[in-house]
């Protein structure tokens, strides 16, 4: 079976094409247009894979070129910060949503199945437990990532509809772990990231004892793999997510290495008063089984910067 991955080189697409072993796939595709400079996980690939990568835009690559005879497609390709996404609402539009419709009109070109990652920030929910049973006029996407992402979802199962696309979207909680290509813009990450610099632990003012959903970039990687495996493309909406925790609770655990944090309060556009969790049962039910541990990856990340801990 031959995949393909758009933004391949990303944090959860580096992770993921460093997990794959000979004989798994037939050919792994791997496209992104290196607007990261994230060449560095494209380094010491597992050998006895058959990768062929290109440097490719999804917005202006002839996508029919590289998705003939393809499986499956893992959607990865995306403007991913949602903070500075308020920034540049145009080129998210641009990627997210309209990148989107060209990868899954050439999906239904070439008959390949669509894996679209999407978020948990598409919640922004009043609710404290959220499913994927809540409607559309509940969701409230607090950026214009997530509403590229809501906007993105949408459209999908408009053509699922119209012109038979299979796919499934994943609403991932915010990733934690580490990855060849990692960035350091979402929650976890970023305090590791601060605590281990010395720096102030930016956190939102209304975040300290909020629940947010959250995702082990090693149970990202076994979903999406799963996914596959299953053939698992019901043309609906899973929530993918390890644990809902508080900012809290991730500082506990960085001070298990790192006792000393100075936290500063700060102000961000994507801050609200909301407290939810998101339920993982749906993707349970299905039998996949998530092994995650936030101590665990928070441990990883402190480990992997080690070198520039200051004493
Ligand atoms: N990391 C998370 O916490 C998280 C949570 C929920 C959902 N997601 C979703 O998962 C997907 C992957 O996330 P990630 O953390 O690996 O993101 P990332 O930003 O680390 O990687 C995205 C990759 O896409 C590439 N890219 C961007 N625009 C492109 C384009 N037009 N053409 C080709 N390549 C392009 C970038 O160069 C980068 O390598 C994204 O769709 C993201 O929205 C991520």
Request: hydrophobic share 40%; charged share 20%; proline share 3%.
């Amino acid at each position: 079976m031959k995949i393909l991955i758009t933004g391949a080189l990303g944090h959860i697409g580096s992770r993921l094409i460093h997990s794959l072993k000979p004989g798994q796939f037939e050919e792994v595709i791997l496209l992104d247009n290196l607007m990261t400079q994230r060449y560095s996980s494209l380094f010491h690939l597992p050998k006895g894979v058959l990768f062929k990568f290109f440097e490719k835009d999804i917005c202006t690559a002839d996508l029919n070129e590289y998705f003939k005879g393809v499986h499956a497609v893992i959607h990865l390709a995306a403007i991913t910060d949602a903070a500075s996404s308020f920034n540049k609402k145009e080129m998210v539009e641009e990627t997210n949503y309209s990148g989107t419709e060209k990868v899954a009109r050439a999906c239904i070109q070439n008959g390949c199945r669509l894996v679209f990652p999407s978020t948990t920030s598409v919640y922004g929910t009043q609710k404290e437990s959220v499913d994927e049973n809540c409607s559309v006029e509940e969701l409230k996407p607090q950026s214009p990532y997530a509403e590229s992402k809501l906007k993105a979802e949408q459209l999908l199962i408009q053509l699922g509809n119209e012109k038979k696309l299979n796919f499934i979207i994943g609403r991932l909680g915010t990733i934690f772990g580490t990855s060849i290509g990692m960035r350091f813009h979402t929650a976890v990450n970023k305090f590791v990231w601060q605590a281990c610099l010395k720096q102030p632990i930016t956190v939102w003012k209304t975040a300290m004892n909020q629940k947010r959903p959250y995702l082990d970039l090693n149970d990202a990687i076994s979903a999406l793999l799963f996914i596959i495996k299953k053939d698992l493309f019901p043309n609906q909406v899973y929530n993918i997510v390890t644990a809902n925790s508080t900012v809290k609770e991730i500082l506990d655990l960085i001070k298990i290495s790192i006792p000393h944090l100075n936290v500063e309060y700060v102000d961000s556009p994507i801050m609200n008063q909301l407290t939810y969790t998101v339920s993982n049962e749906k993707i349970k039910k299905q039998g996949f089984v998530f092994k995650g541990n936030l101590r665990k990856g928070i441990q990883d990340t402190i480990k992997l910067l080690k070198g520039v801990v200051e004493k």
